[in-house]
């Protein structure tokens, strides 16, 4: 039986003080997040302010958690003195770890700060032995390896290099290479994502044409690179074994409430693991009622085609609960000046619900057409709830929460409660 200390770490994104303390309270063993002003590749989150990067890390020191300030981004000749200063201030400051991209840069940092634990970002693109081992060189102790290795390939590098391997296992993906996209660059100037500004085109619509200039993709089809979100909590005792020794979740740009529900997620399911007992339902169960473009381990299982990818939406997909039962119109109300037929619809529920969770309704004939409505009271599976609707809904239709309310109160009171301790 594995122990708690068999376990790899779990490593939580943070992109301000308040996901900050959100990871805290959701059981992260660290926390990896960028310093507003210094260079990190999610410029546009809110980031630690310098000032508070220091209380930040003795708080999470004091309750055994660990801090990394990413820098991961291509460094400029003319930055570069500035960089390594900005460097030896987030060491002072308390980081136990830099997270770093530009390989130039990390010879620098090793050489200005010897002692310093330096960790290669994902945006290097490492996915063989070979880079591995270069980084090793070059001072890093840990290489975040690329998204796109499957469990094979990982397990081999593990076993022909030294160096720890931090793992993507959660949040979105990028349908290139890492660190190799030149995609924004090329569509938005300016918005480089080796610069941390990616304007993430991937998710938008594009036509896939032939030389004539006709449509070639279907009609449903109409984010040709937009894939769903990375989920590995059914894999996690196979990634251990093959020599995993950090769990990492994406997310610097998503909200506090995300950071809890993700983090706490993924803790519970690692929990399991250590006490040999089966990953509990509700860990997966929270993923699917955190914000998500549809799950995926295609990666990790070597494979990379349609089952990858979220061809029709690029947003919130939720949890599938159930389905339009029908509408009935609301007595006595007469459209006019182009109104529409507004009434109750009927939403029978395969899954439980809460009072005032958000219920997306989508039709698949019309999926532009959508509507949010609200739980009007807590359900369970079988009940049919009855949600005001502004217009008609035809039976059928899938009904998912995109929002749950008792998910973002609990983040909330977790939050809530270490503020109160700072």
Known sequence: MRTRDDIPELLAPAGDREAFLAAVAAGADAIYCGVTGELNARRRAGGIGPGELAGLCDFAHARGVRVYVTMNVVVKQ????????????????????????????????????????????????????????????????????????????IAVIAAETNAELEVFSHGAICPSYSGICMLSSFLREGRSPNRGLCAQPCRLPFDLVDEHGARLQASDCERPLCTHDNCVIDDLAPMIDAGVSAFKLEGRMKPAAYVWAVTSAYRAALDAIAAGVDVPGSALARLKRTFNRGLTDAYLHGTSGNE???????????????????????????????????????VRLDTPVGEGDSIELRPQRDPERFLVVKAPRDARAGDVIECFCPRPMEPGVPARVTKSVALELAAAKAVSELEQEL
């Open 78 to 153: 003319a930055e570069l003195a500035g960089a390594v200063a900005a460097a030896g201030r987030v060491l002072d400051a308390g980081a136990d770890a830099l997270i770093i991209q530009d390989l130039g840069f990390i010879a620098e940092v090793h050489r200005a700060f010897p002692s310093a634990e330096i960790h290669v970002s994902t945006q290097v693109n490492v996915h063989d032995a070979r880079g591995v081992r270069l980084c090793e060189q070059l001072g890093a102790s840990r290489v975040t390896l690329s998204r796109e290795l499957p469990l094979a390939e």
């Open 308 to 346: 990858l990818m979220s061809y029709e939406r690029s947003g919130n997909r939720g949890e599938l609960v159930g389905e339009v039962a029908g509408f009935e119109p609301e007595p006595g109300f007469k459209p006019r000046d182009g109104q529409q037929l507004r009434g109750t619809v009927r």
